[in-house]
């Protein structure tokens, strides 16, 4: 079942009054529960692409569907309120709030949806022993370890269950180990919660979590297929 | 309550800047409550020094403020001692006092001047209290059997005349007929008002002796001098009605050193209330923006969750508004601090211009000009604040989250 599909999305960027098209007619689709990796090289238009997934961003042309219903021309605060139930985000610098305690931050979602403390209690609790960091809760980000941070983000972006969740290279900032155990999380749990993640990177050894690979190349969509048989130098290139 | 609390956790975050947005907000509310409250101090006191000086209420012919007088008390009252028995039958009163004013000429038989006379009731100085200062010799008395004619002069016009107490003067001027008329009288006391020029020029006898000087037993007005000073409106309104066919003043009509004062004070102290608020909220606008500028990629993130954007305001809102209201608790209690202060250890103020005496410099703490200076600044805060926080708010979500 089509949770998010896009037709012909184009954007463009000025920079110094010259039009920069970032992306050119991408047609997508993601489905309710799969891990889905967005590679190709630096400037390719991966973040782009998953700002205007993540309804951040507006694309100049084209339509977005979210269950089949377009959401081309809805206000703003449509938008914001799609996000708020349903999109979760990882972001490569985590942007947890500095002045929460790592608690806090995973609460801050079921804050936004007006939940129960009771409830919120038992969501952040088990989340936090999913990823690992029950004993950091107390601790505000500054004292934790880049690893630790990006679990934080990670429970934080499945608190609410969301039904997609935008991961914009949740890894680049995390050492070898850490990065494959992030990724290997995120999939874990995205499968557990039935949120489809939408994960941009470069690292080809995280692809083979994935349940399919988009590549993108100066804006177009150049393949979209299962993992198998895709090899390092065909994500990076 | 979340919201608040991630509002105080947000102050913290650079807590010099926070401290000292905090500290201006607190001294421009003590600027506020010490200008207001000095200004009240001088209101209060201007006006019971003007009460006190004619009376709450002031009864007279109704032609004598607004014309000017052929002979000595023409637009003179009348039967005042009766006047005064009625009036003294109502519970708001709690004395009357019948005036006298006269001018003529005083002389210790070798040197003439001119002076400005009352003849006044003994009880005067009981009913008014302190209203100028005794220099030498005694005021009059209730209980005393006053035979011979006294005065009371001025500190200048003693001077002027080389008098002291006991030695005799002589009064001249024009009787209710036309006719000139003196009479001599002993220094009783030397005092002095705080005015150089009516210390030059002051004289006070007791009522009769003015009235048998000037041949009439008339008076230039009652004073009628209430319990309460919050009765005072309703009890003008209450002699307005009753005594149609008499001149009846409040206090105020005739207090004009009150009134010039207060409007003089009213602007001075609102300019500069305008001034402390505008710093406030420059300081707050600038806290606020240096703060948004520092946090756009976090209200990226916020508004990408699905923060709407006036919660993200309200946020901002609500960490001006605890400077507001912090720096306002502190600048409330810098000015009790400040006004305790003033009453422990004394300051004396240099005398006003036109005038002799210094007085006691004192700053009231009023707990409505707290209310409302703490609400202005609040307010201000919030508005500075949402001036300066609407710019990072209203950036896009991909712009903020990209911000360096």
């Known amino acids: 079942m089509s949770l998010l599909r896009t037709r012909q999305l184009t954007k463009s960027y000025h920079l110094d009054e010259v039009e920069q098209r970032v992306l050119t007619g991408v047609d997508l689709e993601l489905v309710a529960g799969e891990f889905v990796g967005l590679v190709g090289p630096s400037g390719c238009g991966k973040t782009t692409l998953l700002n205007l997934c993540g309804l951040i961003d507006r694309p100049d042309s084209g339509q977005l569907f979210w269950h089949d219903r377009e959401l081309t021309g809805q206000t703003q605060a449509y938008l914001t309120e799609l996000r708020r139930r349903t999109i979760g985000f990882v972001f490569q610098d985590f942007n947890l709030i500095p002045v929460m305690s790592a608690w806090d931050n995973i609460a801050y979602p079921l804050m936004l949806l007006g939940m129960s403390g009771t409830e919120q209690k038992e969501r952040v609790r088990s989340l936090a022993e999913a990823v690992g960091i029950d004993t950091l809760l107390d601790k505000r980000p500054a004292r934790l370890s880049g690893g630790q941070r990006q679990r934080v983000a990670i429970a934080r972006a499945l608190a609410k269950r969301p039904e997609l969740i935008i991961a914009d290279e949740p890894t680049a900032s995390l050492d070898e180990d850490t990065a494959l155990t992030v990724v290997e999380l995120l999939r874990d749990l995205g499968r557990q919660y039935g949120s489809t993640v939408l ?8 692809t083979r979590w994935c349940d399919r690979l988009i590549r993108l190349h100066h804006g177009h969509l150049v393949h979209n297929s299962t993992t198998e048989g895709v090899t390092a130098g065909e994500v990076l290139v | 309550m979340k919201w608040l609390l991630l509002a105080w956790s947000n102050l913290g975050r650079n807590r010099r800047r926070t401290l000292a947005t905090l500290m201006l907000t607190a001294i421009g509310v003590t600027g506020i409550m010490a200008t207001s409250g000095f200004a009240l101090y001088t209101y209060e006191s201007l006006q019971e020094f003007a009460m006190r000086d004619k009376g709450h209420v002031i009864l007279t012919h109704p032609d004598f403020y607004s014309e000017q007088e052929d002979f000595p008390l023409q637009y003179g009252l ?4 009766s006047l005064q028995r009625t009036l003294l039958g109502d519970e708001e009163v709690r004395d009357t006092l019948a005036t006298v004013e006269f001018s003529g000429l005083i002389t210790n038989g070798d040197k003439s001047t001119i002076f400005l006379g009352e003849g006044v009731e ?4 009981q009913v008014r209290g302190p209203v100028m200062q005794l220099n030498d010799g005694r005021l009059f008395g209730v209980s005393e059997d006053n035979t011979d004619a006294q005065a009371l002069i001025g500190q200048s016009l003693a001077n002027n005349l080389k008098v002291g107490v006991g030695d005799g003067l002589t009064l001249m001027s024009t009787t209710v007929d036309g006719a000139l008329n003196a009479i001599d009288v002993v220094v009783r006391g030397i005092v002095s008002t705080g005015v150089p020029e009516m210390d030059s020029r002051l004289v006070m006898t007791q009522i009769e002796d003015a009235q ?4 009439s037993d008339r008076v230039t007005r009652i004073g009628v001098y209430l319990s309460d000073n919050d009765d005072a409106d309703d009890y003008y309104r209450q002699l307005v009605e009753a005594y149609p066919e008499l001149g009846v003043t409040a206090w105020h009509e005739r207090a004009f050193f009150y009134k010039s004062v207060r409007n003089l004070y009213n602007r001075i102290f609102g300019v500069m209330g305008v001034v402390i608020l505008a710093m406030v909220g420059f300081a707050i606008f600038n806290t606020a923006s240096m703060s948004v500028m520092e946090r756009i990629r976090e209200i990226g993130a916020l508004a990408a969750m699905g923060t709407r954007r006036r919660e993200i305001l309200r946020l901002f809102l609500m960490e ?13 209690a810098l000015a009790g601090l400040l006004s305790l202060g003033l009453m422990v250890f004394e300051v004396q103020m240099p005398p006003p211009p036109g005038q002799t005496e210094g007085y006691p410099l004192q700053v009231y703490w009023s707990l409505q000009v707290a209310w409302i200076s703490s ?10 604040s949402g001036f300066a926080t609407l710019k990072g708010v209203r950036k896009p979500i991909v712009e903020a989250l990209n911000y360096a």
């Open chain 1, 199 to 206: 994960v941009a990177t470069h690292d080809a050894r995280l």
């Open chain 2, 320 to 332: 001006a508004g605890l400077i507001g209201g912090l720096g306002s608790l502190v600048g409330l």
């Open chain 2, 78 to 81: 009348e039967e005042a001692a």
């Open chain 2, 375 to 384: 609400a202005l600044v609040i307010a201000l805060s919030v508005l500075a």
């Open chain 2, 212 to 215: 048998r000087l000037l041949n």
């Open chain 2, 122 to 125: 003994p009880e005067l100085f």
